[in-house]
């Protein structure tokens, strides 16, 4: 061949390959284009009125990710109402307790779903004092202070704002909880943004800043129950990324003490079912486990499986303790969503907080916050099938 010849066999080579390079490109670019198009197409926020509460209209927002996982959300105690998620055939079922219409909720609400401020949890004998002036709050539960109050954030309308960003879609909550409401000190501007992400995560993250120094507890309180009501959640799986708790006296309130759960049945270190040793807890797990993650950084605090429907919930916080309540007093007295009596341990809570009583136990992380100063906290449901 001569050098000619052989220059032109080069060049109808590489236009050759080129041409094919072209061919094959272009749907490769439009495949990964329209899987996108369409993530962004199935993703979703509706919004519709869910009724009044003291005259004043209630929204809720149902959010559909891209994989059809849908939350309904409302504005009356930033309640969630549903979550639907998959199972392990790709069935979707709402995996948390509530009712059908917010009447209900006003009615008789042991905090389904909803949002908790300004503190959540106990404290003893509804006292505190910080920087020495003494405050005084409902005792709501018992001789306690419990959720915040007798109105607490569970029980106010917020204001809210749809959230969209490539990878979710949201609801931004926001409330200001006036200086001496419930008589804690301060005016407190909350922030509550839930998302839900492609990842298949509900995403909670909360802000807040004062005026005045005030003790703060931000929490979300779902029951949940990963075999959608079918029965109770004694034979969910449950791992705790928690080594000690906070033991508690006859009222709930933590003695001070941080005790090792090892060995015993409070131990979850390793996975166990919650009807296991439930027997052994006296009143069933209405507990704080502390964290053993205590930096703020986000990391893995709970794992939760359901071996008939093979969902899986993981909880991850930036918090440094988890209340792990087994719905010990659920007794078949309310008939929740799709007519469904909810018997005891029905439900399971997994709040994630500072620990009960904190404003009085000097040893426990601080939940004061100060002028000039951000609550923060960050808290990922994330959920899968196997
Ligand atoms: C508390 C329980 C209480 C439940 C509903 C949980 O956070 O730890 O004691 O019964 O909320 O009020």
Redesign the pocket.
Known sequence: MNSKLFVIYGLILVALVLSGCEKKNPPQTKTSKTTITNKENKMDITKESFGQVDGKEVFAYTLTNANALKAKLMTYGGILISLEVPDKNGQLADIVLGYDNVDDYVKLN??FGAL?GRF???IGKGRFTLDGVDYQLATN?GENH??GGLKGFDKVIWNAEEVKTPNAVGVKFTYLSKDGEENYPGNLKCTVIYTLTNDNELKIEYEAETDKATPINL?H?SYFNLNAMTDNVLSHELTLTADNFTPVDAG?IPTGEIAPVKGGPMDFTSTHTIGERIDKVTGGY??NYVLNNSDGSLALAATVTEPTSGRVMEILTTEPGI?F?SG??LDGAITGKDGIVYKKHYGF?L?TQHF?DSPNKPNFPSCILRPGEKYTQVTIHKFYAK
């Open positions: 042991p905090y908790i959540g949890n106990r539960d419990l959720h929490t309180h709930l209405d507990h209340q309540y010990n007093f809570c709040e009960p």
